[in-house]
């Protein structure tokens, strides 16, 4: 009789360190390595029909993410503005942006902005749990949800998986998984982004590798710099 209480006590102890450790495993699962290329098409909000993002017609816009487990490299393709990249590392709390001015490559060193360790997002979307059909974008599973905003006068459909972090690709504060399909209100309008490629892969190091022959600036240096060349 005076045993069971620290037998009962050692089952305890057992089932906290199984459950300490199945939750560990959990957390370090919970990566991504591989390529998402999303297309982006300028909403037309009155009709909600989609058209380019520009005036050409014959303008194509890509959103390509490479990530490396806590690395992420983004490329926003325009086929007439040109490239603009980034390099962020997530355990870091670290964000570059890649800059060619002049024929001059410079790596700017962005400010984060976090709060008790998680990114700070834009928090006038608003997602609503909503039954509708799940959908497949480029092979993986989309669970759906509705977006709300301020600046919209109708809820709009997106989806995500919930397979992969929403941190490879975070765009709302309350999506518990990676953007499939979804919309990007900016200045110039209603945006919509949908994953047409999925890879996973180990991509080389190199592609998170700040190239040779980059001057690396702070924000305020690059601005000081640009402000001399006026």
């Known amino acids: 009789m005076v045993l069971k209480p620290a037998f009962e006590k050692m089952k305890m102890l057992i089932a906290l360190q199984f459950l300490l450790i199945h939750s560990l495993f959990g957390q370090l699962s919970k990566s991504f390595s591989g390529e998402l290329i999303y297309s982006i098409k300028k909403i037309d909000v009155n009709?909600?029909?989609?058209t380019f993002g520009n005036d050409?017609?014959?303008t194509e816009e890509k959103l390509?993410?490479?990530?490396k487990d806590s690395l992420i490299k983004r490329v926003h393709f325009n086929s007439e503005n040109g490239i603009q990249e980034s390099i962020e590392h997530?355990?870091?709390?670290?964000k570059i942006l890649l800059l060619s001015i002049?024929?001059?490559n410079y790596a700017v060193q962005l400010p984060t902005e976090k709060t008790n360790g998680q990114k700070k997002l834009d928090s006038t979307y608003q997602l609503s749990k909503k039954c509708f059909p799940k959908i497949r974008f480029a092979?993986?599973?989309g669970k759906p949800m509705l977006l709300s905003h301020p600046m919209l006068s109708n809820d709009l459909h997106i989806w995500f998986s919930k397979n992969i972090p929403p941190k490879y690709n975070a765009v709302y504060d309350q999506l518990p998984g990676l953007p499939l399909k979804y919309y990007i209100i900016s200045e110039k309008g209603l945006y919509l982004y949908e994953l047409e490629s999925?890879?996973?892969?180990?991509p080389p190091l190199s592609i998170f590798q700040i190239p040779m022959k980059t001057h690396i600036l702070s924000l305020e240096d690059?601005?000081?710099l640009l402000e001399k060349q006026e």
Request: net charge negative; aromatic share 14%; proline share 3%.
């Open 222 to 224: 690059f601005i000081d």
């Open 90 to 94: 997530l355990s870091h709390e670290k």
């Open 102 to 104: 002049d024929s001059v």
């Open 198 to 202: 999925f890879n996973q892969y180990d």
């Open 47 to 50: 009709n909600i029909q989609s």
């Open 64 to 67: 390509i993410i490479y990530a």
């Open 139 to 141: 092979g993986l599973k």
């Open 56 to 58: 050409n017609p014959n």
